[in-house]
């Protein structure tokens, strides 16, 4: 029993990571129906970001709450503007492009942002400054739950609440909705659809960049390869709780999660991810649309 | 040439790309040494390059503007030359009598690419089902070759078809349960199939001998002749070109038949498919199926060119670039596609003298050939059943 | 008239989570026969026509068709749409649906492969067979884009055309699959005067010429009464009169539920 | 687009037709440089490029100068054959390639051309011990030899009785702890209790640890690289698990012991002899930091020996003769940052031994 438990904590902080990528994924893709490959990319970019002026501030003896606070804030800046950017180079011309046009385009942009980093900085792993403080009330528990993983599971609760609340209640996430359900009718309407990509593209970012200074200070480690692998997982946990959908998002990252982890626990680690694609498959049989995902019907 | 206004505007982009790059590119730690190098000189080029870019692309667009739009769809909706057609093939054949075997091989690859994005061509560009795991076709293909050679003795010519067969049961396989899917759930299942495949062949080491992979496949014989190392080169170019040559003529033929046209009409619009009386079902899986067939035969023909297999070969991104070849080239487009396959396989390999810049180089022209050319290089062309035969009552 | 029955609705019934669609509806259709559905926006015509076509499988009842060239009756309920085109009967749409990237006498040809059986391999080889079967195909095709005036715009792909041309083509290809009954949801939404008229006189054409049963659901009231011999109204799912174009002009139960005071 | 293509290749080649001049010495160094293996090739071709270009400044060798010619192939098979053939008509030496796989694929094509091709970390068995590939060489000791080592210290000194081995699933990690496992159920005294791999670049490791503390062992050893081997110590000491964590080299790296920080203390790995005191070591890591501004990567130290290996062979051999080099490799004792080195009949290294490390105090030190 106490295995099972374990297993599934740990799935559940797995399933945490995958979500907070997920969500800037899911997110961007439910208002405009992008695939957005290079949003991995934007995670790992803001974790170099991070590791960087982390490092400038250490080297002047700035306190590690400080050091946390700036080099962050600065790494979720820097994120939204390369959103911002990357939107508005590879994907805005492209507006009107066949469907698989913009998939192209963002697969291009993320091998160059890949090697971009790689050149620009380094090939090898780099070590990930512990950015996150101790905190005193987790003593008692650290051998269960690390600062880092406690900090990624509130937070992907927290961003997963306040994002449904924007766009649920607020008036850019009116406009948001509007724009994903009918781009020509929101422009008639009088809404600005390039203002409302690109505060979405930003916020997708922001989102990203969360997740790369968490995760990346848990694992303790950054490369330029990371953004690759973590967007994948994260794409595939969007699309299991029904891409398009934020609380999905996170339920398809944690069913994701405790997949892989209840695999390797009971079955073997050598098949982690054949289960958890099978599982992914095994739903979309049954249910196309995905877990929360909404059906469409297609009106006759 | 340029108003101030102009400049003006390039140079507060060059600006914003200043402040973008600054951190990873001035700033250059040493995580070993806790040492910080500030390379100032890089954000000067940087500022300078996005400068002239962004004016190149400013004069390229006003250019633009004062060509019609006729001149701007050059390529689009016309045949191409038979004199073009005929200089192509007889620069294909003299080919491995002009230049080195290294050119050949490279060359081979690119044919063979030709070959995976035609038959990649049928799922995506003509049945419209986004497929990201055509790799594992390949691999499977690739697979069949090097494990029938190596416990049965099978030979390469006979290990063509039965690697064609399990591929399009393995096509079949996979179509089944994404019949119901669309779109981007279309994608990520055929991914997740991809990942699936490499992951057995990684993992299942009785079957497959694992990373390590399987060595010293034999090459293609003529006819039981073996050929030197050095003529085998040319020889599997051979094999390459008739594949190609091949591939051309049978998706040429099956594009515009009664499965093609279905398949096309499947990718309009399903339900008006499906009161046509056309069988959704059949449709599909015949996609799959054939697509898979034709990866299957070049991954045979990839054991053999390589002798040495192994799972690393068959990654996503290996799909990834199959799919760019497909799309680049301009959906259900034969000569889009061909164009698509020499500039991204002959690209990174002739970028070799650029070094590390190359992959940034081929990742750009990705991103700029897809925006200047959105519905890719060459669009499709109309077949005109003009001069079809004559009806016999 | 001749009165050999071509479908039989017995007791259909459809629903959607809670919502009745369709409340036991009992429609019968004979040969040669032109019948219009008419009904307010939401009677459920469509959803008929969707229950006739095997886009939805009905909650309850059951559709027969009896092909009048074999006479043989069969139960269609359940059957997919592509099995119920190949039996006799074919559909147009109300938001046009057609291969808009394909050409147009492509997309007739779509409609006549139902009745071809070259396979993929015959796709490959090419034998006489199949080219002679390729080339009925192509002047079958042909001969339907004359019928319908399109064979001027045979090489444009079908989203260049117009829209009436557009609503044309989708009967074209609807014919092409050789129905013995013809439905055609809303042909007229949205033409014009004069593209209504013309499209009056072809359907008059195909039903002389072609002699088979059209089965349309439309607003345009000149239209109904002027082409259809029979009359179904439907209200809130249910069918609520029938008889001629003349009857239901007086039938008060209709002028109450649907043509209002303006009558 | 077909003149661009055209002209494009009349470029290359006349570009390489310039090099196939016999006036120079050309050494082809493929290898890893891009994708996400590049870290394991990088170093190498620094370490030929330091080399070669002090034995140009001090007059070249036999008169003439080296030329060198790096090619990417991103440790894939298929890429490797290309670099092969691209480099096998206008080079007299190979240093390379970064993988055993890639490796293996390109193998063929110089072992028909007759080139000595010198890898500084293909460490599969198969390449040497086969004796297929008689114009092979390599300056690090192949994975049998290290996993020998893992498990005899395991077995003798640590007195391990139940022994886990995981792995990356990669060519190097699943290769090196399938032999590991076989030298276990060999010896017999031990029993594995766990074999399994890991997908490397995943975001967290505690489900497999939690499994390998349900099996508790007395020892782990580890088939792969550092980057995962940081987050499992790590997981294992959370978890207080106190089973003994063994690498190989591609363990034994600086960067392990950053990344770990505290939790490294105590790892062991194998990996090639202590050579940080030698003289040629100090200098060939100054001359690193000099040109590139770095430290020394993953196999920096192999490249540049077998870079000065292949210098002195053509010096003892008085040419570029396939045979005489041969020779010349197998008799002749070089001095080089790993250790005076020369080559047995098979084409591994002889007298750059290797030893067991353990982490103390954030440094390797040699367990005697």
């Known amino acids: ?87 508005k180079l590879a994907y805005k011309p492209l507006r009107n492009a066949p469907r698989l046009s913009p998939l192209i ?136 709780g029904g891409i398009g959908n934020i609380p999905g998002a996170v339920l398809g990252s944690i069913i994701l999660g405790c997949t892989e982890s209840f695999a390797t626990g009971y079955v073997s680690s050598d098949y982690e991810d054949v289960f958890a694609f099978a599982i992914l498959v095994l739903l979309l049989i049954f249910r196309p649309e995905g877990i929360l995902g909404k059906k469409r019907d297609q009106k006759v | 040439m340029f108003s101030f206004k102009e400049i003006k505007k390039s140079f507060l982009i060059s600006l914003w790309f200043m402040f973008l790059t ?56 016309r045949k191409i030359p038979t004199s073009v057609i005929v200089a192509f093939l007889f620069f294909s054949i003299i080919f491995p009598f002009l230049f080195s075997n290294y050119h050949v091989n490279i060359m081979t690859t690119a044919l063979m690419y030709i070959v995976l994005g035609l038959g990649l061509n049928i799922i995506v560009g003509l049945a419209g089902l986004l497929n990201l795991g055509y790799a594992a076709f390949y691999a499977i293909g690739a697979y069949s070759y090097a494990l029938l050679n190596y416990h049965f003795g099978i030979g390469f010519w006979l290990a063509i078809p039965i690697a064609a067969l399990l591929s399009a049961l393995a096509g079949i396989l996979l179509g089944f349960p994404v019949l119901r899917l669309r779109g981007d759930y279309l994608a990520i299942v055929t991914l997740c199939f991809g990942t699936i495949i490499r992951l057995i062949l990684e993992n299942w080491d009785e079957l497959t001998f694992g990373p390590s992979g399987i060595s010293q496949i034999p090459r293609p014989t003529f006819f039981g002749i073996e050929f030197s190392p050095h003529n085998v080169t040319t020889y599997i170019y051979f094999i390459a070109l008739g594949f190609v040559f091949f591939t051309i003529f049978m998706v040429n033929r099956l594009k515009h038949s009664k499965i093609g046209r279905e398949w096309q009409a499947l990718r309009e619009d399903e339900i008006a498919c499906e009161a046509m009386g056309v069988d959704k079902t059949k449709t599909k899986l015949s996609a799959f199926a054939l697509g898979a067939t034709w990866a299957g035969m070049m991954g045979v023909l990839f054991a053999a060119k390589t002798t040495f297999i192994n799972p690393a070969s068959f990654t996503f991104i290996e799909s990834v670039i199959m799919l760019s070849i497909v799309v680049l080239g301009g959906m259900g487009s034969i000569s889009g596609i061909i164009i698509a396959a020499l500039i991204l396989i002959l690209l990174p390999e002739y970028l070799r003298e650029l070094g590390n810049y190359r992959m940034i180089v081929f990742g750009l022209s990705m991103v700029v050939i897809i925006i200047f050319k959105p519905h890719g290089l060459i669009g499709n062309v109309k077949k005109n059943y003009k001069t079809d035969y004559d009806v016999s009552q | 008239m001749s009165h050999n029955k071509i479908l039989e609705i017995q007791n259909l019934s459809m629903e959607f989570g809670g919502l009745q669609a369709l409340d036991s509806i009992n429609i019968t259709f004979y040969e040669k026969e032109v019948v ?193 011999e029979k009359i179904f109204v439907m209200d809130y799912g249910k069918k609520i009169a029938e008889g001629t174009p003349e009857e239901i002009q007086k039938n008060p139960l209709v002028i109450k539920a649907y043509l209002g005071e303006n009558i | 687009m077909k003149n661009t293509i055209l002209s494009l290749i009349l470029v290359c080649f006349v570009s390489v037709g310039a090099f196939a001049k016999s006036d120079v010495i050309t050494i082809g160094v493929p290898g890893s440089y891009s994708g996400d293996l590049a870290s394991y090739g990088i170093p190498t071709k620094q370490a030929v490029e330091l080399v070669v270009n002090k034995v140009n400044k001090s007059g070249g060798l036999l008169g003439k100068k080296i030329v060198m010619l790096p090619e990417d192939e991103m440790c894939k098979p298929e890429l490797a054959t290309n670099a092969a053939m691209k480099l096998t008509p206008m080079v007299n030496f190979i240093i390379g390639h970064t993988c055993s796989g890639a490796t293996k694929a390109a193998l063929e094509h110089y072992k028909d051309a007759h080139i000595i091709t010198i890898s500084p970390s293909a460490t599969n068995t198969d390449l040497t011990v086969s004796g297929d590939y008689p114009n092979f060489f390599r300056t690090i000791a192949h994975d049998d030899a290290q996993a020998m080592l893992q498990v005899t210290f395991a077995i003798n ?61 007395d020892v782990v050893i580890w088939g792969g690289y550092h980057p995962e081997a940081a987050k499992i110590v790590a997981l294992m000491k959370k978890k207080k698990i106190m089973a003994a964590f063994i690498g190989a080299d591609g363990l034994k790296d600086e960067t392990f012991i950053k990344t770990a920080q505290k939790n490294a203390e105590g790892v062991y790995a194998s990996g090639p002899r202590d050579v940080s005191q030698r003289a040629l070591t100090i200098q060939a890591k100054k001359e690193l930091k000099d040109t590139f501004g770095v430290e020394p990567g993953a196999f920096f130290l192999e490249g540049y020996s077998a870079t000065l290996a292949i210098i002195n062979a053509v010096k003892k051999a008085g040419s570029t003769d396939y045979d005489k080099v041969k020779k010349a490799l197998t008799t002749t004792t070089v001095d ?20 067991m490390y353990q982490v103390k105090d954030g440094k390797f030190v040699e367990v005697k």
């Open chain 1, 105 to 240: 385009s963002a697969i291009g942009l993320s091998i160059v942002l890949q090697n971009y980093v790689m050149l620009a900085q380094t090939s090898s792993f780099v070590p990930f400054p512990n950015l996150i403080p101790d905190f005193a009330f987790l003593n008692s528990i650290s051998h269960i739950l690390f600062p880092s993983e406690f900090l990624i599971l509130v937070i992907t609760t927290i961003v997963m609440i306040i994002l449904t609340i924007v766009i649920k209640y607020t008036k850019i996430g009116k406009a948001m909705r509007a724009v994903a359900q009918d781009r020509m009718m929101a422009m008639l309407l009088g809404i600005n659809i390039n203002y409302i990509i690109s505060v979405t593209f930003i916020i997708g970012s922001c989102l990203a960049a969360i997740g790369g200074v968490l995760i990346a200070s848990h694992i303790g480690q950054i490369n330029f390869f990371i953004g690759f692998i973590a967007g994948i997982k994260a794409f595939t946990a969007a699309v299991l």
């Open chain 1, 1 to 87: 029993m106490e295995y099972f438990l374990e297993l599934l904590l740990s799935g559940l902080i797995r399933g945490s990571i995958y979500a907070l990528i997920a969500l800037g994924y899911t997110m961007v893709y439910g208002i405009i129906e992008l695939i957005n490959f290079a949003h991995g990319e934007i995670y790992m970019i803001s974790a170099f970001i991070a590791l960087i002026f982390a490092s400038v501030l250490n080297a002047y003896g700035l306190n590690s709450l400080a050091t946390f606070a700036i080099a962050s804030s600065l790494a979720i800046v820097y994120a939204a503007a390369y959103g911002f950017t990357l939107e």
């Open chain 4, 336 to 355: 080089t940052p790993i250790g005076d080195i020369r080559f047995n009949a098979k084409g591994d290294v002889i007298g750059a031994g290797f030893s």
């Open chain 3, 36 to 228: 219009a559905i008419i009904g307010p926006n939401g009677a459920g015509k469509t959803t008929l026509f969707n229950c006739i076509t095997g886009v939805y499988v009905p909650t309850r009842g059951n559709i027969f068709i009896q092909n009048p060239y074999t006479q043989m009756k069969e139960k269609i309920n359940g059957l997919k749409p592509n099995i119920i085109t190949r039996k006799g009967m074919a559909r147009t749409f109300q938001n046009i649906r057609l291969f808009k990237n394909m050409t147009v006498l492509e997309n007739v040809m779509i409609g006549r492969h139902c009745h071809a059986k070259a396979g993929i391999i015959s796709a490959m080889v090419r034998s006489k067979k199949t080219r002679d079967e390729e080339a009925r195909i192509i002047h079958d095709s042909r001969e339907l884009l004359k019928k319908v005036n399109l064979v001027d715009e045979q090489y444009e792909y079908a989203k260049n055309l117009s829209y009436g041309y557009q609503k044309r083509l989708e009967i074209a290809r609807a014919l092409a699959t050789k129905p013995f009954l013809l439905l055609l949801d809303e042909p007229a939404a949205g033409m014009n005067s004069k593209e209504t008229a013309e499209l009056m006189d072809l359907l008059k054409e195909i039903k002389k010429d072609l002699h088979i049963a059209l089965l349309l659901i439309d607003h345009d009231m000149h239209f109904i009464m002027n082409l259809s």
């Open chain 2, 22 to 77: 600054f951190p990873l590119m001035v700033i250059k730690i040493n995580p070993e040494t806790h040492s910080i190098l500030w390379e100032w000189k890089n954000m000067l080029w940087v500022g300078i390059g996005t400068f002239c870019i962004s004016l190149l692309v400013r004069f390229y667009q006003a250019r633009n503007k004062k060509k019609s739009l006729s001149k701007k769809l050059f390529f689009a909706d």
């Open chain 4, 157 to 217: 000194h640590l007195k391990a009785k139940k022994i886990a081995i995981i792995h990356d699933k990669g060519d190097y990690g699943k290769g090196a702890a399938t032999l590991a496992k076989n030298h276990i159920e060999k010896n017999g005294q031990a029993t594995v209790v766990l074999f399994e791999g890991i997908t490397p670049g995943a975001v967290d490791y505690s489900a497999i640890v939690q499994k390998i503390k349900k099996v508790n062992p």
